[in-house]
């Protein structure tokens, strides 16, 4: 579809949104959704965002899919899952579904416009013209809650690229042990 194309290529969504306990910028599913629209518009295609609930192992997994359609009738898919937390300190039953809700269909959105949502040149303060080091340093020590979401995430992503984006978002933001990378890799295969 050309249309898809041209607007993966068109679309800028920054990361206007700043989390102050965690120190990091992220853009959230609306943002995505208000960058969209003008496009959508100017290149005569439909966007349409839908949930399910689906129960897998012991746990509910809400799964986004985003469907992008041309004037011809022509579509393009892409899903995502978010795991719904058994408790969430200050959120009931149905605000736990509302985020994990946004959260799947951002990263399906994320998946059909090629959005990516690791650091970038553009979003990082300036530096030093010191030369790169082989090793990062600046990386956040992975807990067990953290791998699960994302071996979780890896046995949900459906294809080979979505298998590669969890593994690239892995390693780029967490400092995995060695059996920590070694069983994700095996999972995005």
Do not use: W
């Amino acid at each position: 579809m050309k249309e898809l194309i041209t607007i993966q290529s068109e679309l800028k969504a920054p990361k206007n949104q700043r989390n102050s306990f965690g120190n990091y910028n992220y853009r959230s599913c609306e943002d995505v959704l208000e960058a969209l629209k003008p496009l959508l518009a100017k290149h005569e295609c439909l966007l349409n965002i839908s949930d399910t609930i689906e129960y897998i192992g012991v746990r509910f997994y809400v799964k986004a899919t985003a469907t992008i359609t041309n004037a011809k009738g022509l579509q393009v898919t892409s899903t995502a899952y978010a795991r719904e937390e058994e408790i969430k300190k200050g959120m009931d039953g149905s605000q736990i579904t509302g985020s994990s809700s946004s959260y799947a269909r951002k990263y399906a959105l994320n998946g059909l416009f090629l959005i990516d949502d690791t650091k970038d040149a553009d979003t990082m303060p300036p530096t030093s013209h010191e030369p790169k080091k082989d090793v990062k340093t600046d990386l956040k020590p992975c807990d067990m809650a953290t791998f699960d979401k994302m071996t979780g995430a890896a046995k949900m992503a459906t294809d080979a690229k979505g298998k590669q984006a969890v593994l690239d978002r892995a390693v780029n933001n967490y400092s995995l042990s060695p059996e920590q990378l070694a069983l994700l890799t095996s999972l995005c295969k």
